[in-house]
């Protein structure tokens, strides 16, 4: 589907280098973009919305994450391939759909166009292909049944299925283990108990009658009454979550990508089954880097649609709020830290906007204006360059421009600052 305009991003002085990044299937930091020299191709896979309550800040905060790794990535020389999927049919959408009286594609629509709008407005580098669910349901399919073929899926007895010909198709962990390189938490680090856990919490269905393992997740749901459905190679029905982020991704990066990123919610069950499935059909690594961003909370508890707790990016344009402001804002935490937004957020941050920008407008003495401390301005780039390849430390990278605003600088040296903040973090001075 269309994604959205990209920003201009202005060219800097020299390069920068790939930043190092929080891996959370190995625990350590790893080049983010391993092998992948100047003039070559760095790929990264995000996971996208599912279209209702979008956008949020904790949506905002993950997007804007990835955002930054591109920047740097460009930054460094490299070309960047990114995707982006939304989740166009899932549970949660049908059921917001059913609550609200709204037919599910015009909810999906109506949301994803509000999301490129927030994207548009905050500046987010927009994915190379933006793709729904509902425009890859042949490929996922032909994925399940690829998995059967090899003997990694099956079919569990589904008596409420409209054609009771047609069952739902699980992923089989034990017959994955044994004949691929993956075994469950080398994606996730997570152990047993915690696994379970999670799984329960996060849409699985560990009480599911017929399945071989309780964590095993599904494919493949055959259709059910009122629901959504597609004629396909393994019936008709609809696909699982985990099978269309994998199949989506290799499509258009291939087997093998550097990022696969999202919110530290999507950490386990989806991301170690994303990347179980795609090993599965390929015997590859899925990707070498596991990157999640930290939670958003608002009130107490988590930003998310089940509870309501919401912020939304647009509300606060709606309000008056600069989206560099809201940028501002999100960039100021460490982008795996959970932390909680807190009302007037934006407020503090157009604050901390507005000095840079006077600092920036005050006419400078003669002296600087004959252009004498134009190192300076090199100088801030290499500190920004180097906060940002410590696994994107946007914190630190900010920080650098509040002293450099302090003090006076000439007129080039401004404009240089100004490009710096605008290229690396997107911020307009
Ligand atoms: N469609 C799936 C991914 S395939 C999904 O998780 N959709 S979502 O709309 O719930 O979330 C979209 C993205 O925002 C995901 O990467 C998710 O991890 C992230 N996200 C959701 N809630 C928060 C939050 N409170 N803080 C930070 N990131 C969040
Ligand atoms: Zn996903």
Not at 99 to 111: F, H, K, Y
Not at 263 to 281: I, K, M, N, R, W
Not at 300 to 310: A, D, T
Request: glycine letters at 8%; one cysteine or more; proline letters at 6%.
């Amino acid at each position: 589907m269309r994604s959205w305009p990209r920003p201009d991003i202005p060219a800097l002085p020299g390069h920068g280098s790939a930043p190092r990044l929080h891996d959370d299937a190995s625990g350590r930091f790893l080049d983010s973009a391993a092998g992948v020299e100047p003039g070559e191709t760095a790929t990264l896979y995000v996971c996208g919305i599912t279209p209702y309550d979008a956008t949020h800040i904790g949506h905002a905060a993950t997007y804007l994450a990835f955002d930054t790794l591109v920047r740097t990535w460009l930054d460094a020389g490299l070309d960047v391939l990114y995707t982006q999927n939304v989740t166009d049919v899932d549970d949660p959408l049908l059921e917001r759909a059913t609550a609200t009286g709204v037919d599910w594609r015009e909810l999906a629509a109506s949301q994803v166009e509000l999301f490129r709008t927030d994207m548009e407005a905050l500046r987010v580098t927009p994915p190379d292909s933006y793709v729904g669910v509902t425009e890859t349901i042949d490929s996922i399919a032909a994925a399940v049944a690829a998995l059967r073929a090899r003997g990694m899926a099956y079919a569990v007895p589904t008596p409420d299925a409209l054609d009771p010909a047609t069952s739902d198709w699980y992923f089989d962990i034990a017959a994955a283990e044994q004949s691929t390189p993956w075994v469950l938490g080398s994606e996730s680090g997570l152990d047993q108990s915690t696994m379970g856990r999670l799984f329960a919490e996060r849409g699985g269905d560990p009480e599911r009658e017929g399945k071989r393992d309780p964590l095993d997740p599904l494919l493949w749901r055959a259709e059910r009454a009122g629901e959504p459905a597609w004629d396909s190679v393994v019936g008709r029905g609809r696909p699982g979550w985990h099978i269309e982020c994998s199949v989506i991704a290799r499509e258009t990066l291939g087997d093998t990508i550097c990022v696969q990123g999202g919110g530290g919610d999507l950490v386990f069950p989806h991301h170690e089954f994303s990347a179980a499935h795609a090993t599965a059909l390929t015997g590859e690594r899925f990707a070498r880097v596991n990157a999640h961003g930290g939670l958003v909370a608002f009130d107490g508890e988590k930003m998310s649609k089940s509870l309501g707790n919401l912020v939304l990016v647009s509300q606060l344009r709606a309000a008056g709020s600069e989206p560099d402001a809201i940028r501002l804002a999100i960039l100021a935490h460490p982008y795996r830290d959970d932390w909680e937004w807190q009302r007037g957020d934006e407020l503090l941050a157009a604050e901390r906007l507005a000095g840079w920008r006077a600092s920036a407008a005050r006419p400078a003495s003669d002296e600087l204006s004959a252009g004498l401390d134009d190192d300076d301005a090199l100088a801030l780039l290499e500190r920004v360059r180097t906060r940002l390849h410590d696994d994107l430390d946007t914190p630190g990278a900010l920080e650098q421009f509040d002293a450099w605003f302090s003090t006076p600088h000439s007129p080039a040296s401004t404009a240089l600052a100004a490009r710096i903040l605008d290229a690396l973090l997107g911020i307009r001075l």
